[in-house]
């Protein structure tokens, strides 16, 4: 015989079955909707990257844009109000992958060697294309220029977050501050010089890899910005005073 709490859990046992079922396609389904915006987002910020790729700037339309990802015009726009937007993601996008990976460096290396580990890791192709492509872009373009500074400022919160965990404890907000921006001015000006270098450069003309630049700029860092001491000359005695960042 059954008792009172029987009887309701068993009439109540089929429903509980429903609902759970019910919950769960209904989570599963919200799940890959996100999944699959997820995924067009995605495609559109990468079309729009091998559009300034292949065509330079200037040479981006959201229908371009939309038409490399296998979208509709109508898309597009659902998911980026301007092309400067889906632009502006692609690069924001860029500059997340580059924290990502010095977040994965040793915590007890040193920063200099951390952040040049991370952009010129031979493993990483796509992350040195990309680096060449926007300097190529902020090169060719003002307003590629004006888009790509202003998303690396913005980034500089996160890269000041990552030196403050690495420098020693005690470090000021000033020093971090100043090790960030330097960072930052450091790899954008081999960035630039890389981008006149290619687009000037005769047909038997060598030109410094964007890793060789970046290479330089750190030793420069290491030495003051000493330019002697860059050269490998004796130190003039002008710059002996100016703080190392190594």
């Not at 031979?122 to 992350?127: N, Q, S, W």
């Not at 307003?143 to 790509?148: F, Q, Y």
Request: glycine content about 6%; aromatic content about 6%.
């Amino acid at each position: 015989m059954h008792s009172g709490a029987d009887l309701h859990s068993s009439a109540h046992r089929p429903y509980r079955r429903a609902v759970i079922s019910r919950s769960f396609f209904h989570d599963d389904g919200c799940s890959l909707r996100s999944r699959k915006r997820e995924e067009t987002r995605r495609a559109l910020t990468d079309a729009a990257y091998a559009l300034v790729r292949d065509r330079g700037f200037e040479g981006v339309t959201a229908e371009a844009v939309a038409d490399r990802a296998g979208v509709s015009r109508r898309t597009f726009f659902n998911y980026f109000p301007s092309v400067e937007s889906v632009l502006t993601a692609s690069v924001t996008e860029f500059f997340a992958s580059i924290g990502a990976c010095l977040e994965a460096r040793p915590a007890d290396e040193d920063v200099l060697d951390s952040a040049l580990a991370v952009i010129t890791d031979p493993a990483d192709g796509t992350l040195t294309e990309r680096i060449a492509v926007l300097a190529a872009a902020g090169e060719a373009s003002p307003h590629a220029r004006g888009l790509i500074l202003v998303e690396l400022h913005a980034w500089l919160d996160q890269l000041e977050g990552w030196l403050r965990s690495r420098l020693p404890a005690g470090s000021s907000d000033l020093l971090v501050a100043t090790y960030a921006s330097t960072l930052c001015a450091a790899a954008e000006a081999s960035f630039r010089v890389w981008a006149r270098s290619v687009a000037t450069a005769g047909a038997d003309d060598v030109v410094p890899s964007v890793q060789d630049n970046l290479t330089a700029v750190v030793a420069s860092l290491r030495t003051g910005l000493d330019p002697a001491a860059a050269a490998g000359l004796p130190s003039s005695g002008r710059t002996a005073s100016a703080s190392s960042l190594s």
